[in-house]
């Protein structure tokens, strides 16, 4: 048995943003538009969602910009041009990695350009330059909500087959670029969240919602195949990764219906990982198709790449968990019961720390891989006095999930990393919000993109900073 408890010695502490919430510089440098750009600011309580992902309209005449609206991504915190001294608060803070995303409008301004633009690939070599010089380990994100706007307007985004080849060649780009400097890639981010930006298809182009839903899925998990094989022309050592966001539910009541509908929930979850990491469309899935008269293209030769190129390591994000009530909530909605156990966010986002461990268990027992919690935070309006920002609550927060970690690790479970969502304040992917913050480190700027943009070392970032420098065992005082 082994008695040596806590996190292992090799464990990165990290953090995470993505390349439209922080970057900005939409307009710079070549770069096209992506989805992200035309997520307009309103300003309006955004609570009780549960949403991770943006909302935007998601027709093709809508999707321009308005002069009358702020759009927020297009600005970010100016990461574009401050990434090196942010990168040095990073070092100071004491991360081992760090996980950003490229966006693919830099690279490839229209999605199905000839060639990738120059000048965003330099970008991405001082970056990610900058991070190892600094000793944090880059962990990248191929895909995180920026897609190239030509394509959800000229193609439909994800519903055209079209895009696994586009996909293929952005993916060619990186690779071949960054293969000696990154090891680890995450090909989609939260890959189950199946809204308009992850999967850019306009309503104009659903004559059945459900079924070109699930069509986009499948070329988004062909696509993500065929990454992990053009990942292999350039080295065998490379960690190819699917992510999740982790939607691990609760049964409402032990009611026998109540307890069979959440599993079969649960189940449509697992869907995709258990194609990536299984390399089969699995039976639930088939059923669950049959049951909702779902009918989409699959190849055999789809099915081979999904048989031959499965991913290396499965990493998520956790924020909350929910319940499912047969009674309540049908397959297409969530379920809005409250858990009278959990305490909420601001948000109205549950915190439940213990279901982290239960979900680290569920899916190291599935899937006997590595994993990785690639975010993990909480967002609170964070308030600045004296140039100074107690934030106990992050504090708390974060130290119960540690802690919880700490015993799925314990549990015997290969949980390899952890990034922070998110080390510095960026724009919210939900609500496009600045006073929904997340960082360890304060950005002066408001929901408008005023301020001085200085950064400022929140309580949560000393805490830290500790946490890591100890790994962890700063947590048993």
Request: with cysteine; aromatic share 14%.
């Amino acid at each position: 048995m082994n008695k040596d408890h806590g996190f292992p010695e090799n464990f990165m502490w990290g953090g995470a943003i993505a390349a439209n919430q922080a970057e900005g510089a939409f307009n710079e440098d070549g770069k096209g538009l992506c989805i992200a750009d035309l997520h307009a600011f309103i300003d309006k309580e955004n609570r009780d969602d549960r949403k991770e992902d943006s909302t935007i309209d998601n027709t093709v005449e809508s999707l321009k910009i308005n002069e009358n609206y702020y759009y927020p991504k297009q600005n970010g915190i100016d990461f574009y041009h401050t990434y090196k001294e942010d990168i040095k608060l990073f070092k100071e803070l004491g991360l081992k990695c760090f996980r950003t995303s490229i966006n693919w409008s830099r690279i490839y301004p229209n999605g199905d350009d000839d060639k990738p633009n120059e000048a965003g690939l330099l970008f991405y070599d001082d970056l990610i330059r900058e991070l190892i010089l600094n000793d944090i380990e880059p962990i990248i994100t191929i895909s995180h909500y920026e897609l190239p706007l030509n394509l959800v307007v000229k193609y439909g985004g994800w519903k055209s087959r079209k895009l696994i080849d586009y996909f293929e060649k952005y993916c060619d780009t990186l690779f071949e670029r960054y293969h000696e400097q990154v090891k680890y890639w995450i090909v989609f981010n939260q890959i189950n969240l199946v809204t308009f930006n992850s999967l850019g298809i306009p309503v104009d182009y659903m004559d059945n919602e459900l079924q070109t839903t699930f069509q986009g899925i499948h070329h988004q998990l062909v696509a993500q195949a065929i990454a992990k094989k053009v990942s292999l022309k350039y080295s065998n050592k490379l960690m190819i990764g699917i992510m999740l966001s982790d939607k691990i539910a609760y049964s409402a009541t032990c009611k026998p219906e109540d307890v069979l509908f959440n599993t079969r929930k649960n189940q449509m979850q697992y869907f995709f990982s258990d194609v990536a990491l299984r390399g089969i469309y699995p039976g639930y899935a088939y059923r669950y198709f049959e049951d909702q008269n779902i009918h989409f293209e699959i190849s055999n030769e789809d099915l081979e790449l999904l048989k031959k190129y499965k991913m290396d390591y499965l990493s998520f994000s956790y924020y909350y968990t929910k319940i499912n009530d047969f009674t309540k909530n049908g397959w297409g909605a969530t379920d809005k019961s409250k858990n009278p156990y959990l305490k909420e966010s601001e948000w109205g986002w549950e915190i439940d720390p213990l279901g982290l461990r239960n979900c680290l268990n569920v899916y190291y027992d599935r899937y006997q891989c590595p994993l990785m919690i690639t975010e993990n935070g909480l967002g609170a309006k964070d308030v600045l006095i004296n140039n100074k920002v107690h934030d106990q609550y992050r504090i708390d927060y974060l130290g119960q999930h540690f802690f919880q970690m700490k015993e799925a690790i314990n549990d015997g479970v290969n949980l390899i990393g952890y990034c922070l969502w998110s080390p510095i304040d960026i724009i919210s992917c939900s609500s496009a919000e600045m006073k929904k913050r997340y960082g360890v480190i304060y950005v002066d700027q408001d929901d408008l993109g005023k301020g001085t943009k200085q950064r400022i070392k929140k309580d949560s970032f000393y805490w830290y900073k500790e946490v890591i420098n100890t790994n962890g065992k700063s947590l048993e005082k």
